[in-house]
């Protein structure tokens, strides 16, 4: 999972919070991020296993030079989410660290060091509010990132399809055509390690509505219908795996692997945040192919004639409330989100509101993509959805029950799609039930 990126969600997933307690706050050692000139020596947490001693040295090199008064040292951790969960049971998780998915909004306080106010922060970053809480932003983005798919073009072209599929339907019909006309296996699910199925979830923009999220979703008691979010994506997912147009074993799909597939033309197609991009082409040029070989479309689904895509933040850069060189910590998140160029080598969005737009998402330009925002849930419902999560067991951010999808689907478990996602509409209605409204 060296090189995993998420779209962190506005929450949970049930079985990550349990392993938090509030053990993280309460002390302050370092003072205030504000207070004092930075120095000291300071250990920056990172998911980046595959360049943490390339990239990230050469980031050490550059900030050292501009603060010599900081060191900085790195440490990498493959299993990011399970490892710093725990970590985060003690005070000992870095100066500098990515803001899990298993803290809640109103659990930032409690690990974090808050950065300002939304409103100050906003003037200069994106996408804030993702991790904030009563007003006051915790993290910052070390990029932003849109969603879609990730596909080989020739592979796509040697199937006879010219036009981008506008509908679920489309889109499975283009996947068969893959089938029947060339080598290539036409989606992978990289069900083996999991979390890449959790991208699933950061596509809910393509529904055009950037209060989607606070009207549905959560407020509803079917958000597995077929006319609602979760019931078009994930009923997309199960019908790929149910017509035998996914690998044949998934439990044998291996993530690294699947980048060499992809840009050798092996296969053909998979739905990831566009993070992978860049990844993708530096596959295909390492399996002796053309980067240009990679193309990135929209989720396959159109409002009024036209494709919408979410944006949203990646992990976000945060200051462990424990750290005891806070003004250093703050100076290494600044730099990194302003003059490191991380984010624009990635192939992502700038996390400044006044950052370089990246040339990796030309496709969707040509395809008149319209980019979504969501809108943040409002005051005190910042903790709703993800109360509902928790309550319904149903790791709504995660790869738990889509691993469960698949098996259904694939036939390696009982039930059909009808039946699996009525179980999860009940789940769902009675933990509304039990929270409330």
Not at 311 to 322: L, Q
Not at 382 to 405: C, F, K, M, P
């Amino acid at each position: 999972m060296a090189t995993r990126h998420l779209i962190p969600g506005a929450a949970v997933t049930a079985a990550a919070a349990l392993a938090l307690s509030a053990c993280g706050g309460g002390t302050d050692p370092g003072g205030s991020a504000d207070d004092g000139e930075p120095s000291g020596e300071i250990t920056v947490i990172t998911q980046r296993t595959d360049i943490v001693d390339t990239v990230f040295m050469d980031y050490k090199e550059r900030f050292e030079a501009e603060y010599p008064d900081v060191t900085v040292e790195f440490e990498a951790l493959t299993d990011y989410e399970g490892e710093i969960a725990v970590r985060m049971n003690t005070a000992d998780y870095g100066d500098v660290l990515l803001i899990p998915n298993s803290v809640t909004p109103d659990q930032l306080g409690t690990y974090f060091e808050p950065l300002g106010t939304v409103e100050e922060l906003s003037e200069k970053y994106r996408l804030v509010e993702e991790k904030a809480y009563d007003g006051q932003g915790y993290g910052v983005s070390i990029t932003v990132n849109t969603q879609g798919l990730v596909y080989n073009k020739k592979v796509w072209e040697a199937a006879g399809i010219t036009d981008l599929p506008t509908t679920p339907d489309e889109f499975l019909d283009d996947l068969q055509a893959v089938a029947d006309s060339t080598d290539a296996v036409p989606y992978y699910t990289n069900y083996a390690d999991g979390w890449p199925l959790s991208q699933w979830d950061g596509n809910r923009g393509a529904m055009g509505d950037p209060e989607y999220q606070n009207t549905h979703v959560a407020h509803s008691d079917t958000p597995w219908a077929a006319d609602e979010w979760h019931g078009i994506s994930d009923g997309l997912l199960f019908d790929i795996v149910a017509n035998g147009l996914s690998e044949e074993d998934p439990t044998t799909t291996n993530w690294e692997e699947s980048k060499t597939l992809l840009g050798s033309g092996e296969v053909a197609t998979m739905l990831l945040g566009s993070w992978a991009i860049t990844q993708m082409q530096q596959a295909a040029e390492d399996a002796g192919a053309s980067a240009d070989d990679i193309g990135y479309m929209p989720f396959p689904y159109q409002v009024d004639g036209t494709f919408h895509a979410q944006v949203a933040g990646d992990y976000k850069n945060a200051i462990n409330v424990n750290s005891e060189h806070k003004a250093a910590a703050r100076a290494w998140i600044e730099w990194f989100a302003e003059e490191s160029g991380y984010a624009y080598d990635e192939g992502g969005i700038s996390p400044l509101v006044d950052g370089p737009a990246p040339e990796t998402l030309g496709d969707f330009d040509a395809a008149g993509v319209e980019y979504v925002e969501m809108t943040p849930a409002p005051a005190g419902q910042e903790a709703y959805e993800s109360e509902v999560v928790n309550t319904a067991e149903i790791d709504l951010y995660g790869n738990i029950y889509r691993q469960e999808l698949v098996d259904v689907a694939r036939g390696a478990a009982d039930g059909d799609k009808e039946s699996f996602f009525a179980e999860l509409n009940q789940r769902w209605a009675d933990a509304r039930a039990a929270v409330g409204e």
